[in-house]
């Protein structure tokens, strides 16, 4: 094993495999308090890629209700219940004195990640050498949205409606569940490659995109084994595994539509609620993003801290991030997204004049964002919200492109057309 820097664990880690990190890296940002749960990026990633035979069980991403909803089903609560064994005494963070450092955002990470409880036979018996992990059976793979909008809370169980748990005051409801918008994270330490026999999965190093090649891939296994988010699928009627592929061409820029700029993924683009925003982040030689104040990815998840990591400690350091619902109980929440969760609701919850503005650049165009910039307006609103003072000004934040381009331009306040009287019935 050698040992990697882990920044969402604030520590090294063992890996098997030296650090190798791209020159840029896929990453994206999903707002789950605003997913309605429609499943049409579900359904523009199917339609694209995974529509063959043999393809039939394969959603590379999909929408999950939670607590209760999973695809494979419990694939988390599964993983977690490992971790356990492999972590008898618990799994701890050790926040920061005072200021966070950079590459240690959260504090520090005190348990065993996938990688180092591989060798731990009391886990799991039969364990692979290099990650721990389970494969899915073909029951557990056979129902991607049993438990749809089924709720939690309240004193009831699953399926069960508990009258007094259906209170929906904010910030947190007694009765809850939310949708958590899944796919490949494209992991700096994936698990998938670092299980392969073959070496037949590879991240490249121009957007740390992890495929499988198809040649090489003689079916093992290994890799639907040891993702922990089980994003790596096999095929029967090729016998090999496949994966999500990031959009690879339209992410080089070879969609015919966008004349050559980069181009958000298809599950990205398609988003009704306009709750993600995917991009490509420079990166450091220890894997540590390089600051980049402008960049929007960057300003959600370094400099607002409001988005956050699916299960940091699996150890992966997945490249998705979430800005966590800010109904559900924190418990729940602190265990799937670390302990960066009170923080990033309290920033959601009243947010500030910058954060409102970058909040406004989802889904506004296909193509990527590498920069934002924003222009001042005048104040429109002052009061309190959740206890805090808030004001809301009509900012204009504007949108480039990777050439400096100018994208698009909106605004905080949506803007307010009336239809002349005499125009009032057309259509
Ligand atoms: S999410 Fe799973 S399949 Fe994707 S890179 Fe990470 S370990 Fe590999
Ligand atoms: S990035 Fe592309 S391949 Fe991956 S889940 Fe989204 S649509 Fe599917
Ligand atoms: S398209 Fe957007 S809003 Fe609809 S389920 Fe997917 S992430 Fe949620």
Redesign the pocket.
């Known amino acids: 094993m050698a040992t990697v820097y882990n920044w969402q664990l604030g520590r090294e880690m063992d890996y098997p495999y030296e650090g190798a990190w791209p020159e840029r890296q896929f990453a994206f940002v999903i707002n789950t308090n605003r997913c309605l749960g429609c499943q049409t990026?579900t359904m523009?990633?199917?339609s694209?890629?995974?529509f063959a035979q043999g393809q039939e069980h394969m959603w590379?991403?999909n929408v999950e209700t939670k607590p209760y909803g999973g695809y494979p089903r419990n694939w988390d609560v599964k993983l977690l219940e490992l971790l356990n064994k492999a972590n008898p005494d618990g799994v701890r963070w050790f926040a920061p004195d005072g200021n966070a450092p950079e590459d240690a955002p959260y504090g520090e990470f005190e348990g065993r990640t996938i990688f180092e409880a591989a060798h731990d036979r009391s886990a799991r018996p039969e364990a692979s050498q290099r990650v721990l992990g389970y494969l899915p059976t073909d029951e557990e793979w056979g129902t991607p949205n049993l438990y749809e909008d089924v709720p939690s809370g309240g004193g009831g169980g699953r399926g069960e409606w508990v009258r007094e748990g259906s209170d929906v005051s904010l910030p947190t409801h007694k009765s809850w569940f939310f949708y958590l918008a899944r796919?490949?994270n494209h992991c700096t330490y994936p698990a998938c490659l670092a299980a392969c026999p073959r070496t037949a999965i590879y991240k490249r190093p121009e957007d740390g995109i992890v495929l499988i090649d198809q040649e090489r891939c003689r079916g093992y296994r290994k890799c639907v084994e040891a993702c922990p988010y089980k994003k790596a699928l096999y095929r029967p009627t090729t016998r090999t595994s496949e994966?999500?592929?990031?959009?690879y061409p339209?992410v080089e820029g070879r969609d015919r539509d966008t004349k050559g700029a980069r181009t958000e993924?298809?599950?990205?683009s398609?988003c009704i609620g306009q709750v993600r925003m995917?991009g490509l982040v420079r990166t450091e030689q220890d894997g540590i993003w390089t600051p980049d104040r402008q960049h929007p990815l960057y300003y959600l998840v370094h400099v607002a801290k409001v988005a956050l990591p699916l299960y940091p400690q699996f150890g992966t350091e997945p490249n998705g991030y979430y800005i966590p619902p800010r109904w559900v109980p924190k418990p729940y929440l602190e265990q799937m997204f670390g302990p960066g969760v009170e923080h990033a609701i309290q920033q959601y919850l009243a947010p500030g004049r910058e954060l409102l503005a970058v909040l406004q650049l989802f889904r506004r165009d296909s193509r990527m964002i590498f920069r934002y910039d924003i222009e001042e307006g005048p104040l429109v609103y002052e009061g309190e919200i959740h206890g805090q003072p808030f004001q809301l000004h009509d900012d204009t934040v504007i949108a480039f492109g990777e050439k400096g381009e100018e994208l698009f331009r909106t605004t905080v306040e949506e803007p307010l057309h009336v239809r002349p009287s005499e125009r009032i019935n057309w259509v």
Do not use: S
């Open positions: 990026c523009a990633c199917k694209t890629w995974t590379w991403t796919l490949c994966k999500c592929i990031g959009c339209r993924t298809r599950c990205m398609a995917q």
